[in-house]
C-alpha cells in the first residue's frame, strides 16, 4: 500500500512537472526565509539562557521623577553593592562592575588592545561563566590578577601555559593570570575578553575610593543573585526606597530589579514601566516568517485544487473499489508532506549557501547545528506542520468526490468550486501588499532620521580614547598635531560627539521649585565647538584670551528655551551648589538617540578625561594624513598601538537596529512578491489551459486578442484589488502601532497606499497577462478539435 503510494506520488509529479516545480520552489523559499529567520530569531532570544543561574540573576535600576515622567536607567550609587548584601535574606550575593573598557595588555613583546571589566570577586559565582583553568570562588580574589578568555591568553602567550604569568596592563602594572575562561558565547549580554578585580581598580583610580560611602554618584553597574525567583517581588519591595532612606530625597527615586533574561529582549522603559526592545523585533520577523510561509502554502493549496479534474477519475475508482475517504485523505497528505521534504532539503541547502552573506547582514555568526537532535525534531516538526498545512484543504477536497458522479463525467467545477481560490489568492496579495507598504515606511523612517540636522560636522572627524599617557602630554601632542599641517583642530572630552556619558541637574533664574531637568553634561577643553563643528549662537566659547574659563558654562538652544532667558549671556547658573557665569549659546547637537528630541544641554572646562577628537584637513591622500597622525601618537605614548575611530562610522551604527530591520523586510517582502508570483503563474497557466475552448470560439466568432487577454486578466485584477482595499487600512493601523515607539517619526504618506497598489496589480497583469496572451494567439482549430 505504502509502495503503492509513493509510485502514485512520483507519476503526479512527473506528469505534472510544470506545476510540481512550482510548487516545491514556491515552498522552498518560503521554507528558505522561514530558517534564516528563526535563526536570526533563535539567536536573540536564546541570550544569557546557559548561564546556570540565569532566572535568579538581576541588575538594580533606578526609576527617578524628573523632565515630567519616570526616568528609568542602570546606573547606581557604588554603596549599592555593599547594602544590597544586608538589605534581604533572599539576597544571596552581590557584584559591582565597571562599564567595559579597553585597555593594552602586554607580554613580552606581544601587546594588544583588549575589551574587558573590572569586576568585584563574586562575578564568577554568580554569573558562572565557564573557566578551563582556576576556581570561580578564587580566581579574583587577589587584587594583582588577571583572568583571561582563551583567545586572549593565546594570542598574548601563543601555546605557553598562562597560568601565574605576568601580563603588563596599560604599560604600568603587572597582573599575574589566576583563571582562565572559555571564550564568550556571543549571546552573552557581557562580552570581554578579561576580567580584573574591582579591587584593583580601588588601588589606582583614587575617584572609586572617593565614592565608596557616596549615595549621590551614579556611575557604577550592580547585580544581585537571589535564592528563588518567586522572592523577586518581596525583595524588589524591600529595596524599593533605600536611596531616600540614603538622604536621596531631593527627587522621587527608587530601586527596582530588572531580571537577566529581560537585559536584551526587554530592555526599554517608559515612564518606568517595561516597554519592549529587541523583543518588538523578534515578534516582527516572526510573524514574516509566518506570512512568507503561509503565502507558500497558499500556492500548494491552490495548484492542488485548481487541477482537481485531472485527478477525479482517480479518486472515483480508488473509491469505487473500496478505498474510504480517510485513506484517501491520508494519501494526499502522505503527498502534501513528501514534496515539503523535498522543498525542506532545497531550502536547507539555499540557507546553508547564503549563511555566510546573511552572517554579514544581521552582523552575527548564525549557523545550522546539524549534530543537534533539537535541530533534527525541529525540522521533522516543521516538515509535518507546514505538509499537513499546506495539503489540509486540497486532501479534504478531493477525497470528497462522489465516484458515481465523476465516472460518469458528471463532475463540473464551477464558480463554487473556485472561491477558495479567489480567497486564498486575495489573501495572498493581501499579505505581499501589507510587506510593500511596510518596507516603504520603514524606509522613509530611517531617511527621517538620517537627515536630521546634526549640529555639528562629522565629515574628517576621528576620535582616540585618552588613556593615562595621553592625559599626561596632551597640550604638547594638541600643539604638534596642530602643527603637522594634516589636522585642523584638536580637543577632548568626557565622551565622543555620538554618545552622552553624564547627565547632571542645572539651577537657573526663576526655574520652578518643583522643576527637575535633567541635562546632558559635556566636560571639555578649549576648542570643543571649533572642532565639532558646532555653530554659537550667542555669547563665546571657551578662550583663554579670557582668562580663565574654568568657572564658565555654555548652554545648547534647547536649554535655553527651557530657561526662557531672555538675556541669558552672563546669567549666573546653579551647577553642583556653586554659581557658574553663561558666556555662549549653541546650537543643538544630536548626540543621544536619533529617535528622541535634543535635550538640553550645558558645556564646562574641566579634566574628565575619556576621547580626544581631532578634526583632519581635507586632503586627497588621507592616508598619508592618518600616517602622520599616528606617529605623533606614538611619539608621546609608544606603548599602546594607535587606533581611532571615524566619528562618521559612530553614526551609522545608531542605525544598526533600524537598517536590519528595513533590509530584512526589504529582501523578505520581495522574496514574498515572488512566491506570490510563481503561485499566479502557476494558477493563470492552469486557468488559460481551463478556457482553451471558450477562447477558440471567442475567436472564431471574431474576439481580438486584446479582448481575450483583458477577459482572462479581468478576474485576477479584481482579486488584486479587493486585497488592496482589505490590506490597506490594516497596514495604516498596524505601522502607526510600530511607528509610536519613535518621538521622532515619519508620517504614514497618503501616496504609498496608491503607489503600492500600483505595483501589485501591474505585477500581477504582468503575470497573468503573459499566460492569456499566449492562450489567446493559440490556433483555435486545435482546441475545436478536440471537442
Given at each position: 500500500?505504502?509502495?503503492?503510494?509513493?509510485?502514485?506520488?512520483?507519476?503526479?509529479?512527473?506528469?505534472?512537472?510544470?506545476?510540481?516545480?512550482?510548487?516545491?520552489?514556491?515552498?522552498?523559499?518560503?521554507?528558505?526565509?522561514?530558517?534564516?529567520?528563526?535563526?536570526?530569531?533563535?539567536?536573540?532570544?536564546?541570550?544569557?539562557?546557559?548561564?546556570?543561574?540565569?532566572?535568579?540573576?538581576?541588575?538594580?535600576?533606578?526609576?527617578?521623577?524628573?523632565?515630567?515622567?519616570?526616568?528609568?536607567?542602570?546606573?547606581?550609587?557604588?554603596?549599592?553593592?555593599?547594602?544590597?548584601?544586608?538589605?534581604?535574606?533572599?539576597?544571596?550575593?552581590?557584584?559591582?562592575?565597571?562599564?567595559?573598557?579597553?585597555?593594552?595588555?602586554?607580554?613580552?613583546?606581544?601587546?594588544?588592545?583588549?575589551?574587558?571589566?573590572?569586576?568585584?570577586?563574586?562575578?564568577?559565582?554568580?554569573?558562572?561563566?565557564?573557566?578551563?583553568?582556576?576556581?570561580?570562588?578564587?580566581?579574583?580574589d587577589d587584587p594583582y590578577s588577571i583572568v583571561l578568555t582563551e583567545s586572549a591568553a593565546k594570542a598574548l602567550f601563543g601555546d605557553e601555559d598562562p597560568i601565574d604569568k605576568m601580563v603588563r596592563v596599560d604599560d604600568q602594572y603587572d597582573l599575574k593570570v589566576t583563571g582562565i575562561l572559555k571564550d564568550i558565547p556571543t549571546n552573552s549580554s557581557f562580552?570581554?575578553?578579561?576580567?580584573?578585580?574591582?579591587?584593583?581598580?580601588?588601588?589606582?583610580?583614587?575617584?572609586?575610593?572617593?565614592?565608596?560611602?557616596?549615595?549621590?554618584?551614579?556611575?557604577?553597574?550592580?547585580?544581585?543573585?537571589?535564592?528563588?525567583?518567586?522572592?523577586?517581588?518581596?525583595?524588589?519591595?524591600?529595596?524599593?526606597?533605600?536611596?531616600?532612606?540614603?538622604?536621596?530625597?531631593?527627587?522621587?527615586?527608587?530601586?527596582?530589579?530588572?531580571?537577566?533574561?529581560?537585559?536584551?529582549?526587554?530592555?526599554?522603559?517608559?515612564?518606568?514601566?517595561?516597554?519592549?526592545?529587541?523583543?518588538?523585533?523578534?515578534?516582527?520577523?516572526?510573524?514574516?516568517?509566518?506570512?512568507?510561509?503561509?503565502?507558500?502554502?497558499?500556492?500548494?493549496?491552490?495548484?492542488?485544487?485548481?487541477?482537481?479534474?485531472?485527478?477525479?477519475?482517480?479518486?472515483?475508482?480508488?473509491?469505487?473499489?473500496?478505498?474510504?475517504?480517510?485513506?484517501?485523505?491520508?494519501?494526499?497528505?502522505?503527498?502534501?508532506?513528501?514534496?515539503?521534504?523535498?522543498?525542506?532539503?532545497?531550502?536547507?541547502?539555499?540557507?546553508?549557501?547564503?549563511?555566510?552573506?546573511?552572517?554579514?547582514?544581521?552582523?552575527?555568526?548564525?549557523?545550522?547545528?546539524?549534530?543537534?537532535?533539537?535541530?533534527?525534531?525541529?525540522?521533522?516538526?516543521?516538515?509535518?506542520?507546514?505538509?499537513?498545512?499546506?495539503?489540509?484543504?486540497?486532501?479534504?477536497?478531493?477525497?470528497?468526490?462522489?465516484?458515481?458522479?465523476?465516472?460518469?463525467?458528471?463532475?463540473?467545477?464551477?464558480?463554487?468550486?473556485?472561491?477558495?481560490?479567489?480567497?486564498?489568492?486575495?489573501?495572498?496579495?493581501?499579505?505581499?501588499?501589507?510587506?510593500?507598504?511596510?518596507?516603504?515606511?520603514?524606509?522613509?523612517?530611517?531617511?527621517?532620521?538620517?537627515?536630521r540636522e546634526l549640529g555639528y560636522s562629522k565629515e574628517n572627524l576621528i576620535t582616540v580614547l585618552l588613556n593615562d599617557e595621553l592625559s599626561k602630554n596632551y597640550s604638547t601632542l594638541k600643539t604638534e598635531l596642530e602643527a603637522s599641517g594634516d589636522v585642523e583642530s584638536v580637543t577632548k572630552s568626557n565622551s565622543a560627539i555620538t554618545s552622552i556619558n553624564?547627565?547632571?541637574?542645572?539651577?537657573?533664574?526663576?526655574?520652578?521649585?518643583?522643576?527637575?531637568?535633567?541635562?546632558?553634561?559635556?566636560?571639555?577643553?578649549?576648542?570643543?565647538?571649533?572642532?565639532?563643528?558646532?555653530?554659537?549662537?550667542?555669547?563665546?566659547?571657551?578662550?583663554?584670551?579670557?582668562?580663565?574659563?574654568?568657572?564658565?558654562?555654555?548652554?545648547?538652544?534647547?536649554?535655553?528655551?527651557?530657561?526662557?532667558?531672555?538675556?541669558?549671556?552672563?546669567?549666573?547658573?546653579?551647577?553642583?551648589?556653586?554659581?557658574?557665569?553663561?558666556?555662549?549659546?549653541?546650537?543643538?547637537?544630536l548626540m543621544g538617540s536619533l529617535y528622541d528630541p535634543v535635550k538640553p544641554m550645558f558645556i564646562i572646562l574641566d579634566d574628565w578625561g575619556g576621547t580626544i577628537t581631532l578634526r583632519l584637513k581635507k586632503t586627497n591622500d588621507l592616508n598619508a594624513s592618518l600616517a602622520q597622525v599616528q606617529s605623533i601618537f606614538e611619539k608621546h605614548d609608544p606603548a599602546?598601538?594607535?587606533?581611532?575611530?571615524?566619528?562618521?562610522?559612530?553614526?551609522?551604527?545608531?542605525?544598526?537596529?533600524?537598517?536590519?530591520?528595513?533590509?530584512?523586510?526589504?529582501?523578505?517582502?520581495?522574496?514574498?512578491?515572488?512566491?506570490?508570483?510563481?503561485?499566479?503563474?502557476?494558477?493563470?497557466?492552469?486557468?488559460?489551459?481551463?478556457?482553451?475552448?471558450?477562447?477558440?470560439?471567442?475567436?472564431?466568432?471574431?474576439?481580438?486578442?486584446?479582448?481575450?487577454?483583458?477577459?482572462?486578466?479581468?478576474?485576477?485584477?479584481?482579486?488584486?484589488?479587493?486585497?488592496?482595499?482589505?490590506?490597506?487600512?490594516?497596514?495604516?493601523?498596524?505601522?502607526?502601532?510600530?511607528?509610536?515607539?519613535?518621538?521622532?517619526?515619519?508620517?504614514?504618506?497618503?501616496?504609498?497606499?496608491?503607489?503600492?497598489?500600483?505595483?501589485?496589480?501591474?505585477?500581477?497583469?504582468?503575470?497573468?497577462?503573459?499566460?492569456?496572451?499566449?492562450?489567446?494567439?493559440?490556433?483555435?482549430?486545435?482546441?475545436?478539435?478536440?471537442?
Amino acid at each position: 500500500m505504502l509502495k503503492n503510494y509513493f509510485l502514485v506520488t512520483f507519476r503526479n509529479l512527473y506528469k505534472n512537472s510544470a506545476y510540481s516545480i512550482i510548487n516545491i520552489a514556491g515552498l522552498a523559499i518560503g521554507i528558505t526565509c522561514s530558517i534564516l529567520i528563526l535563526l536570526w530569531v533563535d539567536h536573540e532570544t536564546s541570550y544569557d539562557k546557559f548561564l546556570p543561574k540565569n532566572d535568579r540573576l538581576y541588575q538594580v535600576w533606578v526609576n527617578a521623577a524628573f523632565d515630567g515622567k519616570i526616568n528609568s536607567w542602570r546606573s547606581v550609587p557604588l554603596p549599592t553593592y555593599e547594602a544590597m548584601k544586608t538589605s534581604d535574606a533572599n539576597i544571596v550575593n552581590s557584584v559591582v562592575t565597571g562599564w567595559g573598557s579597553t585597555h593594552l595588555l602586554r607580554y613580552e613583546d606581544t601587546r594588544m588592545n583588549k575589551q574587558g571589566y573590572f569586576a568585584s570577586k563574586e562575578f564568577l559565582e554568580m554569573f558562572q561563566y565557564p573557566l578551563t583553568r582556576g576556581s570561580a570562588e578564587t580566581v579574583l580574589d587577589d587584587p594583582y590578577s588577571i583572568v583571561l578568555t582563551e583567545s586572549a591568553a593565546k594570542a598574548l602567550f601563543g601555546d605557553e601555559d598562562p597560568i601565574d604569568k605576568m601580563v603588563r596592563v596599560d604599560d604600568q602594572y603587572d597582573l599575574k593570570v589566576t583563571g582562565i575562561l572559555k571564550d564568550i558565547p556571543t549571546n552573552s549580554s557581557f562580552q570581554f575578553e578579561y576580567l580584573i578585580p574591582w579591587e584593583f581598580r580601588a588601588l589606582i583610580q583614587e575617584w572609586v575610593v572617593r565614592n565608596q560611602d557616596n549615595w549621590g554618584n551614579y556611575s557604577f553597574q550592580i547585580f544581585i543573585e537571589l535564592n528563588d525567583k518567586k522572592n523577586e517581588k518581596a525583595v524588589s519591595e524591600t529595596i524599593r526606597h533605600m536611596l531616600t532612606e540614603k538622604g536621596q530625597d531631593d527627587i522621587e527615586r527608587e530601586f527596582f530589579l530588572h531580571p537577566l533574561l529581560d537585559w536584551r529582549l526587554k530592555s526599554n522603559f517608559e515612564n518606568g514601566v517595561q516597554s519592549g526592545g529587541m523583543s518588538d523585533y523578534v515578534r516582527l520577523f516572526t510573524v514574516i516568517a509566518i506570512f512568507i510561509l503561509f503565502i507558500a502554502c497558499i500556492n500548494f493549496m491552490n495548484l492542488a485544487t485548481a487541477r482537481s479534474e485531472r485527478r477525479a477519475k482517480e479518486v472515483g475508482i480508488r473509491k469505487s473499489v473500496g478505498s474510504n475517504r480517510w485513506e484517501l485523505i491520508m494519501q494526499f497528505l502522505g503527498e502534501s508532506v513528501f514534496i515539503t521534504f523535498i522543498s525542506f532539503v532545497i531550502a536547507i541547502l539555499i540557507a546553508y549557501l547564503v549563511l555566510p552573506a546573511y552572517n554579514q547582514l544581521v552582523e552575527k555568526q548564525l549557523y545550522i547545528d546539524f549534530a543537534s537532535g533539537k535541530f533534527w525534531l525541529a525540522a521533522l516538526s516543521f516538515i509535518l506542520f507546514t505538509g499537513i498545512i499546506a495539503g489540509s484543504y486540497p486532501a479534504f477536497y478531493l477525497s470528497g468526490f462522489q465516484p458515481a458522479r465523476v465516472l460518469k463525467g458528471q463532475l463540473k467545477v464551477g464558480k463554487s468550486a473556485s472561491t477558495p481560490r479567489k480567497v486564498l489568492v486575495t489573501l495572498q496579495f493581501g499579505v505581499a501588499i501589507l510587506l510593500i507598504i511596510g518596507t516603504l515606511v520603514i524606509y522613509k523612517q530611517i531617511q527621517l532620521v538620517q537627515n536630521r540636522e546634526l549640529g555639528y560636522s562629522k565629515e574628517n572627524l576621528i576620535t582616540v580614547l585618552l588613556n593615562d599617557e595621553l592625559s599626561k602630554n596632551y597640550s604638547t601632542l594638541k600643539t604638534e598635531l596642530e602643527a603637522s599641517g594634516d589636522v585642523e583642530s584638536v580637543t577632548k572630552s568626557n565622551s565622543a560627539i555620538t554618545s552622552i556619558n553624564s547627565n547632571n541637574f542645572l539651577g537657573w533664574p526663576g526655574k520652578p521649585e518643583d522643576l527637575r531637568v535633567i541635562f546632558t553634561t559635556i566636560v571639555a577643553d578649549y576648542d570643543y565647538s571649533k572642532t565639532m563643528g558646532i555653530k554659537i549662537l550667542e555669547g563665546r566659547d571657551f578662550s583663554k584670551d579670557f582668562g580663565s574659563d574654568t568657572s564658565a558654562i555654555i548652554i545648547n538652544k534647547a536649554a535655553l528655551e527651557l530657561m526662557g532667558l531672555e538675556d541669558p549671556i552672563g546669567t549666573q547658573l546653579d551647577l553642583w551648589g556653586d554659581k557658574r557665569p553663561l558666556i555662549g549659546v549653541v546650537d543643538d547637537v544630536l548626540m543621544g538617540s536619533l529617535y528622541d528630541p535634543v535635550k538640553p544641554m550645558f558645556i564646562i572646562l574641566d579634566d574628565w578625561g575619556g576621547t580626544i577628537t581631532l578634526r583632519l584637513k581635507k586632503t586627497n591622500d588621507l592616508n598619508a594624513s592618518l600616517a602622520q597622525v599616528q606617529s605623533i601618537f606614538e611619539k608621546h605614548d609608544p606603548a599602546h598601538p594607535f587606533e581611532y575611530t571615524f566619528v562618521d562610522d559612530d553614526f551609522k551604527k545608531k542605525f544598526t537596529t533600524i537598517n536590519l530591520t528595513s533590509n530584512l523586510a526589504s529582501i523578505f517582502a520581495t522574496l514574498a512578491i515572488i512566491i506570490t508570483g510563481l503561485g499566479l503563474f502557476g494558477l493563470a497557466s492552469f486557468t488559460a489551459e481551463q478556457k482553451t475552448k471558450e477562447i477558440g470560439i471567442r475567436k472564431v466568432l471574431g474576439a481580438s486578442i486584446q479582448s481575450l487577454v483583458a477577459l482572462i486578466s479581468g478576474e485576477f485584477s479584481r482579486l488584486v484589488i479587493i486585497s488592496f482595499v482589505i490590506s490597506a487600512p490594516l497596514a495604516w493601523w498596524l505601522l502607526n502601532q510600530y511607528l509610536e515607539r519613535y518621538p521622532i517619526r515619519t508620517g504614514i504618506a497618503w501616496w504609498i497606499f496608491p503607489l503600492t497598489g500600483l505595483i501589485a496589480l501591474t505585477f500581477a497583469l504582468l503575470i497573468v497577462a503573459y499566460q492569456a496572451w499566449n492562450a489567446a494567439r493559440a490556433n483555435p482549430v486545435k482546441a475545436l478539435r478536440s471537442e
